[in-house]
């Protein structure tokens, strides 16, 4: 049974980091594209991060430059360093993995949250002013 588990959330204040990881069980990354998504309370979901094959990377506009999306294959994890935190940030976090692998060089948009085979349960990040 695949899993993937979140972990690293929490409180932070203005200004601090926080370092989300994502842990896969039954499932191994092997240069699969992976992707952050967040959603606040009566927001829609929105992708903060993505990495193709390649390890291109793709971000939100909102946190370009303040975020940075990383995996590790040999330990199967897909990390998230949230450096310059800021209260519209607060949202849950969740990892998710295509399932395959993609190539998204010259392509601005990364690929959308509907096609992701595989999701985590979500880690609660909160930033106070």
């Known amino acids: 049974q695949v899993q993937l588990v979140e972990s690293g959330g929490g409180s932070a204040e203005s200004g601090e980091s926080l370092r989300l990881s994502c842990v896969g069980s039954?499932?191994?990354?092997?240069?699969?594209?992976m992707a952050w998504f967040r959603q606040a309370p009566g927001q829609g979901r929105e992708t903060v991060a993505f990495i193709d094959t390649e390890g291109h990377t793709k971000y939100m506009d909102s946190v370009e430059g303040r975020f940075t999306i990383s995996v590790d294959n040999a330990k199967n994890t897909l990390y998230l360093q949230m450096n310059d935190l800021k209260p519209e940030d607060t949202a849950i976090y969740y990892c998710?993995?295509?399932?395959?692998?993609?190539?998204?060089?010259?392509?601005?948009?990364?690929?959308?949250?509907?096609?992701?085979?595989?999701w985590g349960q979500g880690t609660q990040v909160t930033v106070s002013s």
């Open positions: 998710a993995s295509l399932g395959n692998y993609c190539y998204t060089e010259g392509i601005p948009t990364p690929v959308p949250g509907e096609l992701y085979s595989y």
């Open positions: 039954g499932y191994t990354y092997r240069g699969h594209c």
